[in-house]
């Protein structure tokens, strides 16, 4: 079975440019998650959206970032303008709710570097 | 003033060994707790789960045990191989609420040969 599925795997961009990261939730998984791994900050979660209704976004850092989830099996997450500060490594995961388990399956990772 | 990064707790342990892997929680009302494994380049991965109506959990190698009383899980990799390298992380959770999974800061387990 596929898992989470992230594109690019990774991003180097310069400052001020625009960057958009996708995510594939597994198939038939209705929640999906975004979330950022820093050395600084270790692993936080960003936003996530329920049956493609984004529920908690308290976590996203400022209007640069936005997250959309147009179907089931599709997720953005776009940074604009992109700054150095941003470089780290986004996750996605997703879930099956309701379910008697809380797990979250993560994707591989995007690496990104603002230069 | 500099700024500096998370100071991940290590934790080296001797091929065959048995490593215990600490974590302290912070929410009292949490309920549900995951342990997760994330290997350098790699998303974290589900290793095992417990809830808080048990004290102890057992899976192929690993051990979970939770002590609500002092707020604190351990997880228990018994006999430890090169490939149990990596950070883990435990998580928790409190069912029903609109916030999830909470993750902790991390212990990176080395084997040495």
């Known amino acids: 079975d596929a898992g989470v599925i992230q594109s690019p795997r990774h991003e180097v961009t310069e400052m001020g440019q625009e960057v958009t990261l996708r995510c594939k939730p597994i198939?038939?998984?209705?929640?999906l998650f975004w979330y950022r791994q820093t050395m600084m900050r270790g692993l936080e979660l960003l936003i996530y959206?329920?049956?493609?209704?984004?529920?908690?976004d308290s976590g996203m850092p400022e209007d640069r970032f936005s997250a959309k989830m147009p179907n089931a099996s599709f997720s953005t997450l776009k940074i604009q303008p992109s700054e150095p500060r941003d470089s780290a490594v986004y996750f996605c995961?997703?879930?099956?709710?309701?379910?008697?388990?809380?797990?979250?399956?993560f994707g591989p990772g995007t690496r990104l570097t603002v230069t | 003033g500099e700024s500096v990064g998370l100071h991940l707790p290590t934790l080296s342990v001797q091929e065959g060994d048995n490593s215990i892997i600490n974590c302290a929680y912070s929410?009292?009302?949490?309920?549900?707790f995951i342990w997760y494994k994330q290997e350098s380049g790699k998303g974290p991965q589900f290793i095992i789960d417990i809830r808080s109506n048990m004290d102890k959990r057992q899976g192929q190698r690993v051990t979970v045990l939770l002590n609500k009383t002092v707020k604190h899980l351990s997880l228990q990799i018994a006999a430890t191989q090169p490939g149990d390298s990596a950070v883990y992380f435990c998580?928790?959770?409190?069912?029903?609420?609109?916030?999830?999974?909470?993750f902790g800061s991390g212990t990176q387990l080395t084997v040495l040969p």
């Open positions: 998580a928790e959770f409190i069912s029903g609420s609109a916030r999830q999974l909470t």
């Open positions: 929410n009292s009302a949490s309920d549900y």
């Open positions: 995961a997703s879930r099956l709710i309701p379910d008697k388990s809380y797990e979250q399956y």
């Open positions: 198939s038939g998984h209705n929640s």
């Open positions: 959206f329920n049956n493609n209704v984004p529920i908690d």
